[in-house]
Every structure is written in structure tokens, then in C-alpha cells.
């Protein structure tokens, strides 16, 4: 029998486990007669490296310095992060590599797939193939930031679970025969190692983006829009023993997010999610969901812009946007806006109406979500960038990332010129929101600040 370890690699938030792996397992669990375990060692590194703050983060009752702590936090990841990476671009080991590999060889493993989510995963990912190359163990990468460097370095480079689960049990695999009834489990995961106080647990409804049209993306490519059972998902939340979930969807459709809240009113549970503020999200709708437990949703509002918005393709308009936020507030729903600057072509007018938006409406959002466009290959934008007004494009080789890419446009603001606004913008971004920025990288945080303060509300009006 064949020992299959999946493996989750440094560096990335050490907040909650990693959903793909969950399901992989689940699937993987169901359909082989394989031996099969999972590993985070990125929560262990960083267990490893930031005891301190681990103890902080679990404790929700000394978080009122939590913008400072998390900002000193996130400094000293940062430099953690990009020390240990330089460490791999020269050939040497990064740090607490000889720990976390002999606790994956602990495992005993015929075959280590790893789960490649973020290109920040690169790096540890490539002194980990190396190693067990030379030790002769079999190794399997996949994931949306896999790259050619690390597929030259893998033994077998494969897309999904069913071609994991093929290769594993060495023969081709018939869909009719698939279980396809398994849901993910989180009771061989050490919760307790995470930093956060109580599990915020992550959950996925869909495959992906029913949308897909958003000119920027590529998360959706080549991937059919396929909705998870929803007895499937109850099972998840019911087995977890947990009350507190994040979707992790890139968008879900009104009909399947009342569903989904039909199904877990009566659980009493808390979740958040992603979508797209469209119309058709009225107050009625948004009370629904949040009597059902919703207490955040993260908005890709993107532009204030109503030209940049249909270049992007988003099938939201201005106006809308703005009675969705106000209505979600209303439904007692806290409001994060994903908000993109540097749009190709876009004028400084443009970028300052997504300033002026954001202001307009700062008494109905709780957490700004700001970024700079990056142009990515596999995207529309990309594949056609001079129907979007991007006239060149410069590819600078790196070592263990794919290349990094720079443009330029024919009309509108060019990328450092982006920059250099939004850097002027910044502290006037920052006073619209009412939890610290840090929060962008700890959603899961958030959720648990938000209960607390509409408990405390709830309490002080009785």
C-alpha cells in the first residue's frame, strides 16, 4: 500500500487550514486503498519562528493593541519571509528546513504532493523537492501558483485530484465509479496551532467563479462552474463542531447564497463570503442572509469608475454599489471593498472618483481592501492587451518565480505613476476604515471583532 502525504508548504497567514488539502484528502480518502496524511508546515514554521505571537493572536482578550502587535507582526513576517527566500535564490536552506523535513519524513511517505496556492510557497517548495530528490521519494506539485521552475524540479506536475488519485493507484480511473459523496474533515488538523482564538474554518460551495467574465482574472480558467452538494457541505460544518466559517468562493450567485443560508440557520453559525455588489442583492436578500449568520462579506468593488468597471467586466454599476453597501449595512453586515487602482488606461480623474466613492461612502464600509493592477498571464487582459490600451510589455526572469511583468499604456496613468498617487492617497484611504488594515490579511480576525462588537452593542442597548 502506497504512503501519500500531502503537504502544505511556508509562507503564507498562519490563520486557518488550508481548504484544498482538506478536500483532497476527503476525495483522495474516499476513492483509494492508499495510506493517506496530511502536513501544514507552514502553521508549524511559523509556530516554530513566532511563539509569541501565537500566544498573542489566541487570546482575543489582549487584542487592544491588535494595530500595533499585528502591524509589528506582519513587519517582521515580511523580513522572515524575504530573508529566507534569498537564503533559496542562493542555494542555501531557509530557515528550520532540517526540522520540517525530517517531521515530513516522520510520515514515512511513498509519494509528497504539494499544494502550491501562492507563489510565496515557491520558494520552500523548491529546497523540498530538491531534498527529497535526493532521497529518492516521489514528489507531485498542483495548485493555480505552480510555475514551469518548479514543474522542472517535480517529478509529475498534475491538475486536480482524480489525476492524483490515478496515479497513486497506478490505473485509469472511471468517473462512474468516483465517490464523489466525501466532505472535507478537519479532525486530524491541529486547530489549536493556528493564530486565531477560536477556528474560522474555511468552506467552499462552487468550483469556481459563475461569473467569469472579470478581465484581470485568471482564477477561473479552463475550470467548469459546478456547485458542491449542499448536504455535502452541512456534513463538513456538522463533523467540524465548529461555528464559524469563511467562504472562500471567488463569487456565489444570489439562488445558491440562499441556500446556503437556508441550510445553516438553524446550525447557528457565522460565516463570511466574497460577491459581487449587483442589484439584485437588495435589502430583503442581505436580511435574509444576515439573520442566517452572514456577518462580513469582502466586496469587489474594484472602481468608482463606471468606465473602468465595464472595461473590467464586472457587471456592477456605481450606483449600485453604492445601495448594496448601504444595504448590507443596514442588515447589520460588515463591508470590506476590494478596490483597484492602475487599471489599464485609467486617468487620475478616474482613480480620484474611486477616492471621492470610497468617502462618499465611508459611513457604510467598515475595511478598505486596496491594490494595484498586475498585468498576469492567462488573464483577457493579457491575451488582448492592446484592445485595453497596453502598448508594451517587459518580462524581467527571475529565479524561482516566473517572470515578473511591467507595461505600458498608450493613454491614462503608467504603473509608477499609479504608485506614486496612491501613496499620496493613503492617509486619506486609511481614515475610512473602521478595523485596522492589518485585518486584510487576517479576515478571519475580523469575523471574531465583529461578533464581539455586536455583542457588545446588543448587550448595551438591553
Known amino acids: 500500500m502506497k504512503r501519500l502525504l500531502l503537504v502544505y508548504l511556508p509562507f503564507c497567514t498562519p490563520v486557518s487550514p488550508p481548504y484544498s488539502l482538506a478536500a483532497m484528502h476527503a476525495f483522495l480518502a474516499a476513492n483509494s486503498s492508499a495510506h493517506i496524511d496530511v502536513l501544514d508546515l507552514n502553521v508549524l514554521f511559523h509556530e516554530r519562528k513566532f511563539p509569541s505571537y501565537q500566544e498573542y493572536f489566541k487570546n482575543q482578550e489582549r487584542w487592544s493593541d491588535y494595530d500595533d ?69 516521489t514528489t507531485i506539485i498542483g495548485g493555480p501558483a505552480t510555475n514551469a521552475k518548479l514543474v522542472a524540479l517535480a517529478d509529475h506536475t498534475l491538475a486536480n485530484e482524480i489525476e492524483l488519485l490515478a496515479f497513486i493507484e497506478e490505473k485509469k480511473i472511471s468517473h462512474d465509479a468516483l465517490d464523489f459523496s466525501s466532505y472535507p474533515l478537519f479532525e486530524t488538523w491541529n486547530l489549536k496551532a493556528y493564530f486565531i482564538p477560536t477556528p474560522v474554518l474555511p468552506l467552499k ?39 464559524q466559517f469563511f467562504l472562500i468562493d471567488d463569487m456565489i450567485p444570489k439562488k445558491r447564497l440562499l441556500e446556503f443560508a437556508a441550510m445553516v440557520r438553524s446550525l447557528q453559525c457565522t460565516w463570511s463570503c466574497q460577491l459581487r455588489p449587483t442589484k439584485d442583492l437588495d435589502f430583503k436578500t442581505l436580511k435574509t442572509l444576515a439573520d442566517a449568520g452572514l456577518v462580513m462579506v469582502i466586496w469587489g468593488f474594484e472602481s468608482g469608475s463606471q468606465r473602468i468597471l465595464d472595461l473590467i467586466q464586472k457587471g456592477t454599476a456605481v450606483d449600485d454599489v453604492e445601495q448594496v453597501v448601504r444595504d448590507a449595512k443596514k442588515a447589520g453586515i460588515a463591508n470590506v471593498l476590494y478596490t483597484m487602482f492602475g487599471f489599464p488606461t485609467e486617468t487620475k480623474e478616474e482613480l480620484l472618483q474611486t477616492i471621492e466613492f470610497l468617502e462618499r461612502n465611508k459611513d457604510n464600509i467598515d475595511l478598505i ?94
Open 69 to 137: 502587535v499585528s502591524a509589528q507582526f506582519l513587519k517582521e513576517t515580511s523580513h522572515t519571509y524575504s530573508e529566507n527566500n534569498k537564503k533559496v535564490v542562493r542555494g542555501e536552506q531557509p530557515e528550520f528546513f532540517d526540522e520540517l523535513l525530517n517531521t515530513l519524513l516522520a510520515y514515512k511517505p511513498d509519494v509528497v504532493a504539494f499544494s502550491i496556492v501562492y507563489s510565496s510557497q515557491a520558494f520552500f517548495a523548491k529546497s523540498m523537492l530538491l531534498a527529497l530528490r535526493e532521497r529518492g521519494i
Open 205 to 243: 460551495t462552487t468550483t469556481t467563479c459563475f461569473h467569469k467574465k472579470c478581465t484581470f482574472c485568471a482564477h477561473y480558467a479552463k475550470v467548469p462552474y459546478f456547485e458542491y452538494d449542499m448536504n455535502m457541505i452541512k456534513k463538513t460544518i456538522l463533523a467540524s463542531k465548529e461555528h
Open 369 to 462: 481592501s486596496s491594490s494595484t493592477f498586475g498585468l498576469q498571464e492567462g488573464t483577457p487582459v493579457y491575451e488582448n492587451y492592446k484592445e485595453f490600451g497596453i502598448t508594451k510589455i517587459v518580462k524581467k526572469e527571475r529565479t524561482v518565480l516566473e517572470p515578473q511583468i511591467t507595461f505600458e499604456v498608450a493613454s491614462g496613468l503608467q504603473q509608477k505613476e499609479v504608485m506614486v498617487i496612491k501613496n499620496r492617497l493613503k492617509k486619506r484611504i486609511e481614515a475610512i476604515n473602521k478595523y485596522p488594515k492589518t485585518m486584510n490579511f487576517f479576515r478571519e480576525h475580523m469575523m471574531l471583532a465583529i461578533k464581539k462588537d455586536y455583542k457588545q452593542r446588543s448587550s448595551s442597548t438591553e
